[in-house]
């Protein structure tokens, strides 16, 4: 008993002011307002701090009084490791945290679950504003963003959402450039791997029902900018065989093509809606014997870098310009009170995964 009365308590601001025969707003301002102190002054404070072991403000009391958290909240409706795994991801999220930095800003994950309506998560983030990652449009978790009197910036989707800020690329434009490459090269009998396009899990063929219906809007354009791209080269779009995967991974697009390709063996090039599930697919390719592209032709969409190495023909997008646009939109907003959108362009990158159809591998004569 005796030796826990003898522990020293921790000094508080009050007890480190009159240790140093200051007033507790210069101590305070050693840590939030450096520049109202003389040098010498401040380092005193701070090692006398240190030395009688005061921790410094109390950054909950302090954001209470300030009512700021000094954090961008990222909502990201993933696991938290697909923030580092999915390379469009790690890029954007790159670009983000360059926008904080210069703002002197931290940056709060915020990942949910898409499969998930609990939204408490969103409810509790002590943040100043939230950027948005790429969420289907009647996300719960979005909503709730919206309920907060916070400004936020969405990255992606949903589009055009009254009075919120948007960063984005026009996704049908750069698949319909890409469709028109296909079709350039001679191809008509075409196959397409899709990423989520709703709710709940599902793995398998998409009709135009679940094309048409979903929520996803950038997976909508995509799949709109091929069905444009292939009409003006007379395409039924009907004819085409489209493979929609739930999960966003190398592995979902090997599995993907493979499905595709035992249901539709007539396929002489499959564009997919991200360079990951083409990935998948070239290795689907190369396991089956095939060779790319003199049998098959296979395209990407975002250009990551390793899609570029895999001298994949794709649409590259400035994933890490999409970030930092969407953190100096959110951090830099100054007087403005009408929302902005910001539209980034893309690039056809015409790689070695694409060749016209060999005709004779599967319609002699043709």
């Known amino acids: ?34 520049d109202q102190l003389s040098a010498p002054l401040r380092a005193r404070v701070l090692e006398a701090a240190r ?47 360059l926008a904080c930095e210069r703002a002197g800003s931290g940056l709060l994950l915020v ?25 289907r449009e009647d996300d719960p978790h979005f909503k709730a963003v919206l309920e907060r009197p916070v400004p936020t910036v969405v990255c992606d989707q949903p589009l055009h959402v009254e009075g919120v800020d948007r960063v984005g690329i026009d996704d049908r434009a750069a698949m319909l450039d890409l469709a028109r490459h296909l079709t350039g090269l001679g191809h008509r009998r075409i196959g397409v791997l899709c990423m989520r396009l709703g709710t709940g899990r599902y793995d398998g063929p998409a009709d135009d029902d679940r094309q048409n219906g979903s929520t996803y809007p950038v997976q909508r354009n995509r799949l709109g900018g091929l069905r444009d791209g292939l009409a003006e080269a007379g395409i039924d779009w009907a004819g085409v065989p489209v493979h929609e995967r739930f999960a966003h991974s190398v592995d979902a697009g090997q599995s993907a093509a493979a499905e595709l390709l035992a249901a539709h063996p007539e396929i002489t090039a499959i564009a997919c809606t991200s360079d990951i599930l083409a990935l998948g697919a070239l290795r689907h390719a190369a396991e089956r014997g095939l060779s790319v592209p003199e049998d098959l032709t296979v395209t990407g969409f975002d250009g990551v870098p390793e899609g570029l190495r895999a001298g994949l023909t794709t ?23 009408r929302p902005r959108t910001v539209l980034l362009p893309t690039e056809l990158i015409v790689g070695t995964t694409g060749a016209a159809p060999r005709a004779e591998r599967w319609f002699p004569g043709w």
Request: hydrophobic share 40%; no cysteine; glycine share 10%.
């Open 1 to 34: 008993m005796r030796g826990s009365r003898d522990v020293r308590r921790p000094a508080t601001l009050a007890s480190l002011a009159a240790e140093l025969g200051v007033s507790r707003t210069t101590v305070s301002n050693a840590y939030n307002r450096p």
């Open 315 to 337: 649409v590259r997008q400035p994933v890490l310009e999409k970030g930092r646009a969407a953190g100096e939109l959110l951090l830099d907003r100054g007087d403005r009170n």
């Open 111 to 135: 990942p949910v679950s898409p499969e998930l309506a609990d939204v408490t998560a969103v409810h509790q983030a002590g943040v100043d504003g939230f950027v948005v990652y790429s969420v």
């Open 51 to 97: 030395r009688l072991g005061y921790p410094g403000p109390d950054p909950v009391a302090r954001s209470l009084r300030t009512r700021r958290a000094g954090a961008v909240g990222l909502l990201l409706t993933e696991a938290l490791s697909y923030a580092f795994r999915d390379p469009a991801a790690t890029g954007f999220l790159e670009g983000l945290a």
